[in-house]
């Protein structure tokens, strides 16, 4: 009975995400154009983060190399799993690809594009319930892009600021902010707490991420972009494209 564009929604979501995975896919095995140092910089794409491939460049192996170098192998292959997991099962990304992708259902008031519906109950969809330990590892790779941010300061020569740096932080302060509003985090925060006054700083914590909470769609989709921005402008510099704007070395 609906007459409005209720598909428009649908098929932008379809569009952006498919776009999006289509540019991560190639960069994550393009391995190049992933790393570049210089006087006062030292700049690592998130996509390649931690590069831990025998065919990775030894500046930026900071954790060290330990699987083969191999075409089919992603430079970043221990992180990026795990990132993959905890968007696939991510409350907000569920709801998206299940009305875009699976019609499922596509919009409100719109017929569903199944005729039974078992929930999220049997395989494959009973694993969405990990999404809580991929919130774990999203958390500690967050640190690996926090040390990548701030290691990105550092060059051969000394302490440096430019455009890159921004862009590198401007990614993880928004990375943070996503990762934190998932409704996981806001359950392990305060989600077993009976009374929230005998644990006013946990009920503090609790309030700040319940804002951010609020912004978990939004925070979703800017931070898929912040990503490719990111990866972009690594890669430009790298490749030749254009230089890195400095404003200090």
């Not at 919130?135 to 890159?164: E, K, R, V």
């Not at 898929?224 to 230089?243: E, H, K, Q, R």
Request: a positive charge.
């Amino acid at each position: 009975m609906r007459t409005d564009r209720w598909w428009l929604a649908p098929l932008l979501t379809v569009i952006g995400l498919t776009a999006w995975v289509a540019y991560a896919t190639v960069r994550v095995f393009m391995q190049k154009w992933y790393f570049l140092d210089g006087p006062g910089f030292h700049y690592l794409t998130p996509f390649y983060s931690p590069c831990i491939s025998n065919g990775c460049d030894p500046r930026a192996a900071e954790f060290g190399t330990f699987l083969p170098d191999n075409p089919l192998i992603p430079y970043a292959a221990l992180s990026l799993p795990f990132l993959l997991l905890f968007r696939l099962t991510c409350y907000y990304y569920r709801r998206a690809y299940y009305r875009s992708f699976w019609m499922s259902p596509p919009a409100c008031a719109v017929p569903d594009g199944h005729k039974t519906y078992s929930g999220e109950t049997r395989f494959p969809l009973i694993f969405q319930n990990a999404h809580r330990y991929a919130f774990y590892a999203a958390f500690l790779i967050s640190l690996l892009n926090t040390w990548d941010a701030i290691i990105s300061f550092h060059g051969t020569d000394g302490f440096g600021f430019g455009l890159g740096n921004l862009v590198l932080v401007a990614n993880v302060v928004l990375l943070w902010a996503y990762t934190i509003s998932c409704h996981s985090c806001r359950h392990i925060i305060g989600g077993r707490l009976k009374h929230f006054s005998k644990h006013p700083v946990r009920y503090r914590m609790w309030t700040f991420v319940s804002r951010l909470n609020a912004k978990h769609m939004q925070l979703a989709w800017i931070t898929l972009a912040t990503l490719a921005i990111t990866d972009f402008y690594v890669m430009g510099v790298s490749a030749g494209w254009w230089n890195d704007l400095r404003f200090i070395n």
